[in-house]
T-cell receptor, first 114, second 115 residues
Framework: AQSVTQPDIHITVSEGASLELRCNYS??????LFWYVQSPGQGLQLLLK??????LVQGIKGFEAEFKRSQSSFNLRKPSVHWSDAAEYFC????????????FGAGTTVTVRA | NAGVMQNPRHLVRRRGQEARLRCSPM?????VYWYRQLPEEGLKFMVY????????ESGMPKERFSAEFPKEGPSILRIQQVVRGDSAAYFC?????????????FGPGTRLLVL
């Protein structure tokens, strides 16, 4: 079965600084990878997803993620954060074998300071 | 084009009562998924339904929990005789065909508090 680890529970970053959120997955074949963002009291919104092809994926809100098979990672990045990026971020993995079931990491809470 | 709707947004129940959580998928979506988010944890898959069928309920507790998605109306997640450990956020998601490459669109969740 697939699983996801997000090593950082909480990250604080200054507005305008760069942000990188780590995600490591465990799965025997090529995974389907997703990043979702959850603002307080809200549902999850998809930022980006990776299935195949170019390992650098562009998403919404200026986010990008890079799939590195050798490191089993799918880290999320943003060059310059805005105060509105304060939220909780979830990495998720899906597998072709059970193609509807997403496994989520525990999430990383991002705080943006002025 | 309305997104996934869930109601109520907040639900308070006393131990032993029943909780009913509703989910209306996006228009055109016939696949519904329920996830539970316990405090300080990520979302955990509970159940996957298509219209009138439960496809996979492997993530749902065997007792007290049930789900349905009737031909007409919303999907319902029902928790009988709630206990404090059921306190969590319950999210519903939907997709058009149930394929992993499709985006699962999530609703705002129902936050259940059991007193």
């Amino acid at each position: 079965a697939q699983s996801v680890t997000q090593p950082d529970i909480h990250i604080t970053v200054s507005e305008g600084a760069s942000l990188e959120l780590r995600c490591n997955y465990s799965y025997g074949a090529t995974p389907y990878l997703f990043w979702y963002v959850q603002s307080p009291g809200q549902g999850l919104q998809l930022l980006l997803k990776y299935f195949s092809g170019d390992t650098l994926v562009q998403g919404i809100k200026g986010f990008e993620a890079e799939f590195k098979r050798s490191q089993s990672s799918f880290n999320l990045r943003k060059p310059s954060v805005h105060w509105s990026d304060a939220a909780e971020y979830f990495c998720a993995v899906g597998a072709l074998s059970n193609d509807y079931k997403l496994s989520f990491g525990a999430g990383t809470t991002v705080t943006v300071r002025a | 084009n309305a997104g996934v709707m869930q109601n109520p947004r907040h639900l308070v129940r006393r131990r032993g009562q029943e909780a009913r959580l509703r989910c209306s998928p996006m228009k055109g979506h016939s696949h519904v998924y329920w996830y539970r988010q316990l405090p300080e944890e990520g979302l955990k898959f509970m159940v996957y339904l298509q219209k009138e069928n439960i496809i996979d309920e492997s993530g749902m507790p065997k007792e007290r929990f049930s789900a349905e998605f009737p031909k007409e109306g919303p999907s319902i997640l029902r928790i009988q005789q709630v206990v404090r450990g059921d306190s969590a956020a319950y999210f519903c998601a939907s997709s058009p065909r149930g394929r992993v490459e499709e985006t699962q669109y999530f609703g705002p969740g129902t936050r259940l508090l059991v007193l």
